[in-house]
């Protein structure tokens, strides 16, 4: 069993920054992509910023030169550097990995999500 848990969310105000974790947990030989989605009520769940395990980044062109994510590939975490917030970037923010289980087994798993809200 894998597990990821969030940290980092909470309330900042318009131009405020916040830096979101998420450490995996468990049984397994590695991790692959990792990366940050979110969804803010009323709309569909996108994603914000990933990374490979060799450290190539893609971001949302919404945040692109705002946010950065990085990963700590010992500790097992990835991170998400958020700068310049905007009260549209509030949302509930989760963290997802492509874990690999066993030699043949790759697998997704989520954390529970954590809420960032940005006020104006």
């Known amino acids: 069993q894998v597990h990821l848990v969030e940290s980092g969310g909470g309330l900042v105000q318009a131009g405020g920054s916040l830096r979101l974790s998420c450490a995996a947990s468990g049984r397994f030989f590695m991790i692959n992509d990792m990366g940050w989605h979110r969804q803010a009520p009323g709309k569909q769940r996108e994603l914000v910023a990933s990374i490979s395990s060799g450290g190539s980044t893609n971001y949302a062109d919404s945040v692109k030169g705002r946010f950065t994510i990085s990963r700590d590939n010992v500790k097992n975490t990835v991170y998400l550097q958020m700068s310049s917030l905007k009260p549209e970037d509030t949302a509930v923010y989760s963290c997802?990995?492509?874990?690999?289980?066993?030699?043949?087994?790759?697998?997704?798993?989520w954390g529970q999500g954590t809420q960032v809200t940005v006020s104006s």
């Open positions: 997802n990995a492509l874990v690999i289980v066993s030699p043949v087994v790759e697998y997704p798993y």
